[in-house]
């Protein structure tokens, strides 16, 4: 974990995931605009290249500051 003034980043680890694009099934079918029915065939997924999987890397980054009473107190910028 790194850490920079009042900000912390936690990187996590990359792993394998099914694509949502294609629910794994590693094709997508292609849809008229007018009445989203499925057109002639299916073509391979662009997002996983046929694969059905992904890699996915994700870091967050969580920064702390202070609060201060009458500034920070308004409606809406709080979520408990």
């Not at 007018?34 to 996983?48: D, H, I, L, M, Y």
């Not at 996915?56 to 702390?64: D, G």
């Amino acid at each position: 974990m790194e850490q920079t003034n009042n900000a912390k980043a936690r990187y996590i680890p990359t792993r394998v995931a099914v694509c949502k694009r294609c629910e794994g099934k590693g094709v997508v079918f292609e849809y008229s605009d007018e009445n989203r029915t499925k057109v002639s065939g299916s073509c391979q997924c662009p997002t996983c290249l046929g694969s059905g999987r992904v890699k996915v890397t994700s870091s967050v980054i969580t920064t702390i500051k202070p609060f201060v009473p009458g500034k920070d107190d308004k409606e809406g910028m709080l979520a408990m």
